[in-house]
């Protein structure tokens, strides 16, 4: 089975280990002064954070899941994380009707947690993601299509598709 990686450059090693922790209702399975690891099964994924080695930032990440069980799992571990949480609840996406919340971590780097419940016949709108992703960036010291956060850019773009 195949095992998806996800690298995030972040500013402060210690408080993304801790928001990292609580999304991911788990500790780190490696872990350096200045990087850390997880090698999850569910979901099936390598994530790894670093300080000081890599660029900062990600469009977005998503959590996507099976059933209303597993949606009501991946909300309380948002809210377990301590960020801003968008609750957007259903919605339509990317040509999809989905059910999903937003939150950010302490950079800024967005997540989605979602259940896709059909087909659309329009792409849909989006939420306002660039402010919570400030909201959460400041806690440091559109719904699929997120605003672009590198430095210099303010657009939205989907080029790259969408989660759900």
């Not at 996800?6 to 928001?19: A, R």
């Not at 900062?56 to 597993?70: F, S, T, W």
């Not at 994380?81 to 609840?89: C, F, S, T, W, Y």
Request: proline share 5%; net charge negative; aromatic share 8%.
């Amino acid at each position: 089975m195949k095992r998806l990686h996800v690298h995030v450059g972040v500013d402060n090693l210690e408080q993304s280990i801790g928001f990292y922790s609580a999304l991911f209702a788990a500790a780190p399975t490696v872990r350096k002064p200045d990087y850390a690891k997880w090698m999850l099964d569910d979901p099936r994924v390598n994530f790894a954070i670093s300080a000081g080695h890599a660029v900062k930032g990600i469009e977005h990440l998503g959590i996507q899941v099976d059933d209303e069980a597993e949606l009501t799992e991946v909300y309380g571990r948002l809210k377990a994380a301590d960020g801003p949480v968008l609750e957007e609840g259903a919605t339509t996406c990317c040509y999809a009707r989905s059910e999903k919340s937003w939150i950010a971590d302490p950079q800024g780097v967005v997540w989605e947690a979602f259940l896709t419940r059909g087909e659309a016949t329009h792409y849909g709108g989006e939420p306002a993601l660039a402010s919570l992703a400030a909201q959460a960036s400041t806690q440091d010291g559109g719904a699929c299509c997120v605003p672009d956060m590198a430095p210099g850019r303010s657009e939205t773009s989907c080029a790259s598709g969408c989660g759900s």
